[in-house]
């Protein structure tokens, strides 16, 4: 394990393009490091005519990048320095604003390298932020959150983060488990001198609270992967009960393909679509049904994998026909699997009710649409946002959206659970001692007090190069 404030490359200059590639109304390029004020400085030659040696922090200045060699202006350009600790990564840093362009900002970064700089690693800015201590972990993986965020939830969520939100319940969490740490040191130490410490019970009662606020992170999980990632969900049902006509209109194009023929649709399909503040991953699938043909079963056992792998099954009746064997082991198939039951073709007269289907929807009321006249359909989006939002505590905007918080929260609580037992069956202090120790720990993990640098670069190498 590596203290926080191990440094990481720390002697190299560092710089990259921070903007995406292609044409734009800007192009930024971005400094940092113990040689960017004199690297800045040897390109940049302000619109005054006057040479600067030291610009103000925090002041845009306008001028020209030329190449040192020619003497020759690249691009006029904003110029902003801004100086360590008070920047991004707590050290010296230079945007440079450029006209967009692929060829402008390169040959810019171009003479930025020739000058003693090297090329950022994917995420390094920001891993310098955290390696200053300017971030700590929750806070720097909440930066590629924002960038990522497909969704309104998900960006109020990553920046609720980013702004320390999780950081201070943790270290709240944490200071909490310290102060009954020291009462049970402290009874350890001078169990002897006739001293009064916290009862057991008061500690048992203080370690119970910790643990019940982990468990209630750690149950947020599963809504915030999907206000981060969408809310994955499979469309299943047997041949041509609609699957593929309801995936289109929920997307609004026609992006599977429609047959009359049962069993067109031979391997999943996947799409995003938004529904009001969160994104909805749809999966179509082939239809299930027994005896199918050698490639039918292919996408079928697909169908099995992303239903396995989902939030919710989609699950698909076609009232126009009879219930068949093929529903039976539709419903057999989804289990216990989180559902929404539609039954679709409401246009055509029915041949069945829902009665018969009364088991499997364990007293749910199912959905009633036609593909065909869009009738229904507004019932249906709004009960997907439902069932999407469905674990959202109310008044409560923190979540958690990584698995590497959930697991590393979930040993905290197992911890604490063991050090209450503990406590409950009377054993000693040093063995409670023990297992609040590594409660700390897994959350000093969660924050990035402790770290290994493998975990670094998992984390960091997934960041874009440039931030």
């Known amino acids: 394990m590596s203290e926080r404030r191990t440094i990481h490359c720390m002697s190299n200059t560092i710089t990259a393009i921070a903007t995406p590639p292609g044409e734009g109304g800007i192009g930024i390029i971005r400094i940092s490091g113990e040689n960017t004020l004199s690297i800045g400085m040897q390109l940049f030659h302000p619109a005054t005519g006057k040479p600067i040696r030291k610009p103000e922090p925090q002041k845009v200045i306008f001028g020209e990048i030329r190449d040192p060699a020619s003497g020759q202006c690249v691009d006029e350009v904003l110029l ?12 010296d840093v230079i945007e440079i604003s450029a006209h967009g362009g692929t060829l402008t900002t390169s040959k810019i970064l171009e003479l930025i390298l020739a000058q003693g700089a090297r090329l950022a690693e994917p995420g390094e800015f920001t891993r310098r932020a955290f390696t200053n201590g300017r971030l700590d972990l929750t806070q720097a993986e909440a930066v590629a959150d924002v960038i990522e965020s497909a969704s309104d939830k998900a960006l109020n969520s990553a920046l609720a983060q980013l702004k320390g939100g999780l950081s201070q319940r943790l270290n709240i969490l944490q200071e909490n488990l310290l102060s009954a740490q020291a009462q049970l040191e402290a009874a350890i130490d001078f169990s002897e001198d006739g001293l009064t410490f916290q009862s057991r019970e008061t500690t048992q009662k203080n370690i119970q ?10 149950n947020s999980f599963r809504q915030g992967r999907i206000f981060r990632e969408g809310m994955r969900v499979t469309l299943i049902g047997k041949p041509n009960v609609g699957k593929s006509s309801l995936l289109n209109t929920l997307l609004q194009e026609d992006r599977a393909i429609v047959t009359p023929i049962a069993g067109t649709t031979r391997d999943t399909l996947e799409e995003r679509v938004r529904i009001k503040d969160i994104h909805i991953v749809i999966i179509d699938s082939a239809g299930l049904r027994d005896n199918p043909e050698v490639i039918e079963q292919k996408g079928i056992e697909r169908t099995r994998l992303a239903l396995e792998k989902s939030d919710l099954a989609l699950v698909i009746f076609d009232t ?5 064997d093929n529903d039976k082991l539709l419903m057999k198939e989804v289990g216990q699997k989180p559902r929404l039951v539609v039954l679709n073709k409401s246009d055509l007269p029915s041949s069945w009710q829902p009665e018969q289907v009364k088991i499997f929807l364990d007293g749910d009321q199912p959905l009633t649409l036609s593909s065909k006249t869009l009738d229904g359909f507004n019932s249906l989006k709004d009960a997907l946002y439902q069932k999407g939002i469905g674990g959202e505590r109310v008044g409560e905007s923190l979540v958690i959206t990584r698995e590497r918080h959930r697991d590393q929260l979930q040993l905290a609580a197992q911890s604490l659970q063991k050090a209450g037992e503990s406590l409950q069956q009377g054993l000693s202090e040093e063995l409670v001692a023990i297992d609040i120790t590594l409660a700390m720990e897994h959350l000093g993990s969660v924050l990035g007090k402790t770290f290994e ?7 960091f190498g997934k960041f874009c190069i440039g931030k």
Not at 80 to 91: H, I, L, N, V
Not at 209 to 218: T, Y
Not at 320 to 324: A, E, M, V, Y
């Open 320 to 324: 126009s026909q009879p219930l068949d």
């Open 80 to 91: 902003t320095f801004f100086k360590g600790p008070r920047s991004y990564t707590a050290e």
């Open 453 to 459: 640098e493998d975990l670094l670069d998992k984390i």
């Open 209 to 218: 609270q910790v643990e019940n606020e982990l468990r209630k992170l750690v």
